[in-house]
């Protein structure tokens, strides 16, 4: 049976064992999210030895030359020594400089301790009390001297329930950026732009449409956002007060009859999609059904946590 050793500790796992589950399994308490390659949660460091790792190119080449994997994708070929991802010595500190409610979704505003490059539509890994989650950044890059981010707390969960309690001044740790499907393509200038959303997958729909705007989009811009309650219409005055957006709000019981009325009016139309599996899978189908290509509907899925 291959050892793996974690500092100073060693376990014994049978050969092929997950990774991660052999080191929770031995209580590290390795957090994760997703299990898929998606959430970056499970990140640890290679030192000595190999892995069988099912999805390599889901970190970037310079963090996977420095050892880094993801747990949850790899699998235990010999012995292997690792080091955990410890955000107080990997993560950049962060503090919080706003925490407001706006109807059921949190909007958390970050200050962190150096400047971030990012782009709309990229994700961030947030640390809090050992625990990490993925979130789509709501903020933009140029304009907003804060990260910003809209998050679903209504159901208890180990980092909602501590996100709850979080005030101005608190501190946390941000972990790994990384990109999803959804950005904004100058190229895109002149063509129709459809966001559709569910529920918080509308902030980083909101990041792209800012960004659109601020490159001068010509073409249309459209933004469906679905919620299950009004309430969950949260920057329906935000939506609003953007010149030069169609905003359409859905309630959930009535996404398809909405989806019935969304016909493209040009082939050339471009569409981002972003929330929930079901919803995400709901908005692809109709598109590609208008006779959309594949190639222009591209969809970042968020996955369910708490």
């Given at each position: 049976?291959?050892?793996?050793?974690?500092?100073?500790?060693?376990?014994?796992?049978?050969?092929?064992?997950?990774?991660?589950?052999?080191?929770?399994?031995?209580?590290?308490?390795?957090?994760?999210?997703c299990r898929a390659g998606s959430c970056h949660a499970c990140m640890v460091r290679c030192v000595?030895?190999?892995?069988?790792d099912a999805l390599p190119d889901a970190l970037p080449v310079a963090k996977r030359e420095q050892g880094w994997r993801l747990a949850c994708q790899c699998s235990v070929l010999g012995d292997l020594q690792v080091a955990l991802y410890d955000p107080r010595l990997d993560g950049l500190p962060a503090s919080v400089c706003a925490a407001d409610w706006l109807g059921e979704v949190l909007r958390l505003r970050l200050l962190p301790?150096?400047?971030?490059?990012y782009h709309a539509g990229q994700h961030l890994l947030l640390w809090l009390g050992g625990v990490a989650r993925p979130y789509s950044l709501a903020s933009l890059p140029g304009e907003d001297d804060f990260l910003e981010f809209h998050i679903d707390c209504r159901r208890p969960g180990a980092f909602c329930d501590q996100l709850r309690r979080l005030r101005v001044g608190d501190r946390l740790r941000l972990g790994e950026l990384r990109d999803g499907a959804l950005h904004y393509d100058p190229d895109w200038q002149a063509r129709p732009l459809w966001l559709l959303a569910s529920g918080t997958g509308l902030a980083p729909l909101w990041a792209v449409a800012r960004e659109a705007l601020r490159q001068g989009h010509?073409?249309?811009?459209?933004?469906?956002?679905?919620?299950?309650?009004?309430?969950?219409?949260?920057?329906?005055?935000?939506?609003?007060?953007?010149?030069?957006l169609a905003v359409e709000q859905v309630l959930a019981e009535h996404l398809d009859s909405a989806l019935a009325q969304l016909r493209p009016t040009s082939r050339q139309t471009m569409a981002l999609l972003c929330g929930s599996p079901s919803s995400v899978e709901r908005f692809a189908k109709h598109l590609f059904v208008a006779g959309l290509p594949r190639n222009q509907v591209l969809a970042d899925v968020f996955v369910e946590h708490a």
């Open positions: 049976m291959p050892d793996v050793y974690v500092g100073a500790q060693r376990i014994s796992v049978s050969a092929a064992s997950n990774l991660l589950d052999a080191l929770n399994g031995a209580g590290f308490n390795v957090p994760y999210s000595d030895g190999a892995v069988a301790e150096r400047a971030l490059r010509t073409g249309e811009i459209k933004v469906l956002h679905v919620a299950a309650s009004d309430a969950g219409h949260y920057l329906a005055d935000a939506l609003q007060g953007l010149a030069g």
